[in-house]
C-alpha cells in the first residue's frame, strides 16, 4: 500500500505536541477542553460545528475525528453532510466576495 503523507496514526500522536512545549501545550489542550464542554450549544452541535470547519480548512486528522465524534454524539450521516454544505458554501462565498477587490481593482485600472 502507498504511504500518504497523513497517516491515521498520527492523530494518535496529537497530545504529545507538549513535548517540546509543555507550558503552551496545556495551555492549548485546558482550552479545547473547554470549548468543546456543553454550553449554550450542546456537546452534538459543537462537534458538527468541528466537522464542518474541518473540510473547510482542510485537515485529514480532524476531518476522522470529528466525522467519528460526531457519530457518537448522535448526529447522523444526513446532518454531518449538511454541516459540510454550509461549510463549503461560506467558503465559496468569501471566494466569490473576494471579486469585489478584483472589480475594484478593474475600476481603478480602467477609469
Request: net charge negative; glycine share 6%.
Amino acid at each position: 500500500m502507498e504511504k500518504s503523507y497523513y497517516d491515521p496514526k498520527d492523530l494518535k500522536k496529537f497530545g504529545n505536541i507538549s513535548e517540546l512545549q509543555p507550558k503552551l501545550g496545556k495551555k492549548f489542550f485546558d482550552y479545547y477542553g473547554e470549548v468543546f464542554k456543553e454550553g449554550a450549544l450542546t456537546q452534538r452541535e459543537k462537534s458538527l460545528i468541528a466537522l464542518a470547519v474541518s473540510h473547510a480548512v482542510q485537515c485529514p486528522y480532524c476531518i476522522d475525528a470529528y466525522t467519528a465524534d460526531s457519530l457518537e454524539k448522535g448526529a447522523d450521516e444526513t446532518q454531518m453532510m449538511e454541516a459540510i454544505h454550509v461549510a463549503a458554501a461560506i467558503k465559496s462565498g468569501a471566494v466569490l466576495v473576494h471579486g469585489v477587490q478584483m472589480m475594484n481593482k478593474i475600476d481603478d485600472l480602467t477609469m
